[in-house]
């Protein structure tokens, strides 16, 4: 497969992802921003679970409320 290839076949989301500014690169952050979720249903603190997490997932502590935030942001059709 080729790039155009793969580009083609995901067009209409990779259109979405750059009306809303997401960055691909960000899908590296997944497993980190599901766990944040996760622990904040569970009741804890998020200063405690960004603690943790940057720990857990060798990731800075700044890093991590910044994916927080990019994650949790709306995005438009």
């Known amino acids: 497969m080729t790039q155009y290839e793969l580009l083609k076949g995901a067009e209409s989301i990779a ?4 009306k809303n500014k997401v960055n691909a690169s960000d899908v590296m952050y997944l497993e980190a921003y599901e766990e944040l979720r996760r622990l904040e249903r569970e009741g804890h ?4 679970i960004v603690h943790y997490l940057s720990e857990r997932f060798g990731m800075d502590v700044a890093t ?3 994916v927080a935030n990019r994650m949790s ?3 438009t059709f």
Do not use: D, I, P, S
């Not at 259109?15 to 750059?18: G, H, L």
């Not at 603190?45 to 405690?48: E, H, P, S, Y």
């Open 45 to 48: 603190k998020k200063t405690f």
């Open 73 to 75: 942001r709306q995005v």
């Open 15 to 18: 259109r979405t992802m750059t």
């Open 64 to 66: 991590l409320y910044r």
